[in-house]
Nanobody, 118 residues
């Protein structure tokens, strides 16, 4: 069974840092573009960053310069290093896997809460 399990969320003060992790089933991870999305209360889920199997990355404008996405194939894991956090970064952060094939099947994790508050 495909699983994506996020961890690393929590409460942090403005200006602080957090590192999110997503552990994925190997059969999916190695052939998928991995991504982080977030959803704040009352808002739609939005892209934060993605990374392909050949490590090409994309970032939302809100994440550029502050967040870094990375993947480690040996760990079947994708990470999101977040710095200079702002209250508006508060959201549930979701890990997403998109198969890099014709069908582009999508898998989602359950999410991890990030709260930025003093």
């Amino acid at each position: 069974q495909v699983q994506l399990v996020e961890s690393g969320g929590g409460l942090v003060q403005p200006g602080g840092s957090l590192r999110l992790s997503c552990a994925a089933s190997g059969c999916i991870f190695r052939t998928s573009t991995m991504g982080w999305f977030r959803q704040a209360p009352g808002k739609q889920r939005e892209l934060v960053a993605t990374i392909t199997t050949d490590h090409r990355t994309t970032y939302a404008d809100s994440a550029k310069g502050r967040f870094t996405i990375s993947r480690v194939n040996d760990n079947n894991a994708v990470y999101l290093q977040m710095r200079s956090l702002k209250p508006e970064d508060t959201a549930v952060y979701y890990c997403k896997a998109t198969k890099e094939d014709y069908f582009s099947r999508v898998y989602w994790g359950q999410g991890t809460q990030v709260t930025v508050s003093s």
